[in-house]
């Protein structure tokens, strides 16, 4: 299932690709279908005009990504359906240099819902032509953290060999370039841009996720991938992470951790916590448990 509006769901045929409209049969119970879910259709499956079938059964997801609208509740945007997608195997966070600025903060809360899925984390940096990556890439060095550049007028060539073989998920802010991104990588996809004008006021250029497929890769026979273009997101709930998964989202910390007295619960009014140790011996970027602590807060309550 590629796409979703009001009750009619997007499907494309495993073996043709040919899009076919669906709704939900009344069978499925309770169970949501998400963008990205391989799905069993039955009926009227010729996707002529006006033609509808039915979604009679979800096929098991290997991945499923949640975000929970849970620290954002006051807002209209917090109020929205959380982003679910199923079935992808790499999580692209995507984040302006400049125009909106990167928010580390915002990484790290993604790169926990990462992990939290099984599903790799890639750090796509765009408008690389606006500002530079050292600040960003300086506060993952300790991590085995892959990223892209991207610039109005790079090649994409190594955007492209990363996202073969693979279904990918587009997440950030809204205006750091996914749909532009997406429209780049896909031609035809003909997703709507917005200006960066709108942004902070709550205004987001997409709405819905959508999955696309990739051209094929010049060269080559092999499977060019799917990309997910999603809508963008002022927060990354993570209601649905226990605290202990939340310490998976910083493998850079976890090492630091074996030398915790039983139960630690590694807050800042943890005495004898191993990250301080860990941190002021140099392993690792302060700012980065200063981050992690920060999640801990949010999750008790006592941050917003
Ligand atoms: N300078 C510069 N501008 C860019 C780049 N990529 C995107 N933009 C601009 O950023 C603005 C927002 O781009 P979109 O692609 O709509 O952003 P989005 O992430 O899809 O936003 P939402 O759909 O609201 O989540 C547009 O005006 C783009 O032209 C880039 O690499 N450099
Ligand atoms: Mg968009």
């Known amino acids: 299932m590629v796409a979703v509006d009001r009750g009619r769901y997007t499907c494309l045929i495993t073996a043709t690709g040919a899009p076919v409209t669906a709704m ?38 290997t ?19 959380r982003v679910v997608v199923a079935n992808a195997d790499q999580l692209v966070i995507v984040s302006s240099l400049a125009d909106p600025p990167p928010r580390t903060g915002f990484i790290d809360r993604c790169l926990v819902a990462a992990y939290d899925a099984d599903i790799e984390p890639l750090l796509c940096l765009t408008k690389a032509d606006l500002a530079g990556p050292e600040t960003v890439l300086d506060y993952y060095a300790e991590l085995d953290l892959p990223h892209l550049l991207v610039r109005p007028d790079s090649a994409l060539d190594d955007v492209r060999a990363t996202l073969a073989e693979q279904v990918s998920v587009l997440v950030g802010h809204s205006g750091v370039g996914k749909s532009t991104l ?20 709550g205004r987001h250029t997409s709405s819905s996720a959508v999955a696309l497929r990739l051209p094929p890769l010049p060269g080559t026979t092999g499977d060019p991938g799917w990309i997910i273009d999603t809508p963008g997101v002022r927060s990354f709930g993570l209601a649905h992470v226990s605290a202990d998964s939340l310490l998976h989202g910083f493998p850079d910390l976890v090492e ?49």
Do not use: F, Q
Not at 66 to 80: F, N, S
Not at 182 to 201: I, M, T
């Open 24 to 61: 939900r049969a009344r069978e499925l119970g309770r169970k949501s279908v998400v963008v990205g879910d391989r799905v069993s259709l039955v009926g009227d499956t010729s996707g002529a005009p006006g033609a509808l079938a039915r979604i009679v059964r979800i096929a098991e997801r």
């Open 63 to 81: 991945s499923v990504l949640r975000r929970t609208a849970d620290d954002v509740e006051a807002t209209p945007e917090g109020r929205l359906e």
């Open 182 to 201: 997406v429209n780049r990588l896909v031609p035809n996809a003909d997703r709507a841009v917005g200006s960066v004008s709108a942004v902070g006021r």
């Open 256 to 304: 630091g951790t074996t030398t915790c007295p039983p139960s630690c619960e590694h807050t800042a009014a943890e005495a004898d916590c191993g990250l301080d140790a860990w941190v002021a011996a140099g392993h690792a970027d302060p700012r980065r448990l200063g981050s992690y602590r920060r999640l801990l807060a949010s999750r008790a309550g006592d941050v917003g």
